[in-house]
């Protein structure tokens, strides 16, 4: 499909040792990576553990934001296996695009779905009601997966830190919030997931209350 | 533009005042504006306000990408003025044309990623945190976690990246001072790292405490050797024929390996007679609390929140008596993250046992296979997979069951 083993690419080539940083979080970043083999973990240290968000293989992009600008990097990356990478300087951007339209149209995907999700989640946030705001990232993480039925109670996988951190909370009210929801019976609490009874509720809701601000 | 490749692609006339998608519809049909106009409502936000804002098509412009390639509902309305002509690709055909356009996907590329900067810069203003990390510091914290973790490949290399980068800041003596200390200290090997659910560093302190509980093992925060004492505690243990035994003997066989079951002591039918030590504390504002610390990953304290409600003798009603059940999956989970194994298939075990009704009997089913997994016994943790594959009602954790099979079967 693609043509990354072509020699004019020679140069970018990067091997990694298992375990080896390819980048650390923080760190400055120029260059983007494309997996020719192995795997790779993208990671990020929250609360003093080092949090796995991401296991990549052959073929996925990491690291594309720095095709906008030097910026730190916002997690870092491990090589699982023994990694053989491409590894493109910001400069170098438009040499891949020509030799490899195909990288072109992936990347063209992925900020696709970066761009949705950040306004998606601009939507939660500019909520003025925390609750709303909670029921709203329930909303959300439905929308992400399509296979879920809404006619019944669903299961999100989601722990009440994350719930803070896409809501803008502090997870101590963020807890105050599901709990009662808990208590309600609208909900109820696991350690990884939260299953919602009635999601079309917390739609509903939320949606009215969004029509309502915009009349 | 049309030339080749384009056989599927179909044309479009609208009448003036036509919609040809609405904000919130679903469909990965991508439009290229041929004849008249196209105007583009959406919602935009400016100064913490949302704003509509109209944008108007030029001929021979794309539009509907982003939504059809992220596929997600369209997040603007697309009206025509005037009689209008628009060319519609599918996914596939508009992957055909622009492989041959490459400066068409540059400029895209180009335009999408100043949108997403431009949402950033509004996210972290609508939060209140912009610019306020400071990379330097939080770089060198990257490096000391991995230093302390004892993972010393990876803190060299944050380390000398902290020196790249700033050479002559305020923590610069001490970053050439850990790295000389890593480099004379012969090499800490990273077995942690491979090793699936990797224990928290906090569970060195946990291990130690429960270290009477555990017969045959313990974990050591060492490292190295726990491998080989894992593989051989599970190969010693299903000599007899414990691949066909039902599941519930089979969990019968791990805990064997114990002294005693740590919760067994209890009775939920009793009337209230005052309760156990903690009466005083609401049992699931306990168990809140434990779901606090896990979500913020502070596994042995969120256990010790769940051992006080598994402490309790009495419980009021059917909802304590379900925090009560669940109390028994959670410590599971904590056991699990801490590394400590035999509690945690007691824990799971013990709610399948207990609860035998629960709708909790599944998911515990699948963390047993976690912790097969997590102690290489690959046969086992396929066992309960399967198991859980097969369950009724099919929800996601029969996808999630089914990928752990595909994977484990590679």
């Excluded at chain 2, 959406?42 to 412009?61: F, H, M, R």
């Amino acid at each position: 499909m693609m043509q990354l083993d072509s020699p004019i690419f020679d140069k970018f080539r990067v091997e990694f040792d298992p375990n080896e940083l390819i980048f650390c979080e923080f760190e400055f970043g120029n260059e983007f990576y494309i997996i020719q083999s192995g795997r790779v973990k993208i990671v990020k240290v929250i609360n003093n553990t080092e949090k796995t968000l991401d296991v990549l293989e052959e073929g996925d992009v990491f690291g594309e934001m720095a095709i906008l600008e030097e910026e730190p990097r916002s997690a870092s990356a491990i090589a699982m296996d023994h990694v053989k990478l491409l590894r493109f300087h910001r400069d170098n951007f438009d040499a891949l695009l020509q030799g490899n339209p195909q990288m072109a149209y992936k990347l063209l995907v992925i900020f696709s779905k970066r761009i949705y999700d950040a306004k998606r989640r601009m939507m939660i946030l500019l909520l003025e009601e925390p609750q709303l705001k909670i029921m709203d990232v329930m909303n959300m993480l439905a929308e992400q997966d399509p296979h879920l039925d809404v006619q019944g109670p669903i299961s999100l996988k989601v722990t009440i830190q994350e719930v803070a951190n896409w809501a803008g909370m502090q997870i101590n009210d963020v807890q105050k919030i599901l709990t009662h929801f808990n208590q309600l019976g609208k909900i109820e609490l696991f350690n990884d997931k939260i299953i919602v009874k009635n999601i079309r509720d917390f739609q509903r809701l939320v949606n009215s209350r969004r029509k309502s601000n915009f009349s | 533009m049309s030339n080749g490749g384009t056989a599927g692609i179909s044309t479009r006339v609208y009448k003036s005042g036509s919609i040809v998608f609405m904000e919130g519809d679903k469909s990965d049909y991508i439009y290229i504006l041929k004849s008249g106009r196209v105007i583009l409502t959406t919602k935009k936000v400016e100064e913490k306000i949302w704003v509509e804002v109209k944008e108007n098509v030029k001929p021979g412009e794309f539009f509907g990408v982003k939504s059809a390639l992220g596929k997600y509902p369209r997040d603007e309305t697309a009206q025509t003025f005037g009689e209008t002509v628009v060319l519609v690709l599918s996914l596939a055909d508009f992957e055909r044309l622009i492989l041959k356009n490459v400066n068409v996907v540059k400029k895209m590329l180009k335009v999408f990623s100043n949108q997403l900067r431009r949402i950033h810069k509004e996210v972290r203003e609508i939060l209140g945190v912009s610019d306020s990390v400071n990379p330097e510091f939080e770089l060198y914290k990257i490096a000391e976690f991995y230093f302390k973790a004892g993972r010393s490949k990876q803190a060299l290399f944050a380390y000398r990246k902290y020196l790249e980068y700033y050479p002559d800041a305020k923590y610069s003596g001490n970053a050439q001072q850990r790295i000389k200390a890593l480099q004379s200290g012969g090499d800490a090997d990273d077995f942690q790292d491979d090793f699936e659910p990797a224990p928290p560093p906090s569970s060195a302190a946990s291990s130690r405490e429960n270290y009477d509980d555990l017969t045959d093992f313990t974990i050591d925060d060492g490292g190295s050797s726990r491998h080989d004492e894992f593989s051989d505690l599970m190969e010693e243990e299903p000599a007899k024929p414990a691949a066909r035994s039902p599941l519930s003997s089979e969990m019968d066989d791990f805990l064997s390996t114990e002294k005693s079951e740590p919760m067994d002591d209890f009775t939920f039918d009793e009337p209230d007679l005052g309760g156990g030590a903690s009466a005083s504390q609401d049992i699931s504002e306990i168990f809140y609390e434990g779901m606090r610390l896990f979500s913020q990953e502070q596994f042995g304290e969120a256990l010790e929140m769940y051992k006080r409600v598994l402490d309790f003798k009495t419980l009021k009603n059917d909802g304590e008596r379900k925090t009560f059940e669940k109390a028994h999956f959670e410590a599971g989970r904590c056991y699990l993250k801490l590394g400590n194994y035999n509690e945690a298939m007691a824990a799971f075990s013990g709610l399948i046992k207990k609860f035998p009704q629960s709708d909790l009997v599944k998911n515990a089913l699948f963390y047993i296979g976690m912790v097969f997994e997590a102690t290489r016994n690959v046969e086992k943790a396929l066992t309960y997979y399967k198991k859980v594959a097969s369950m009724e009602p099919k929800d996601q954790l029969n996808r999630e069951a089914m990928n752990k099979v595909t994977k484990l079967q590679r």
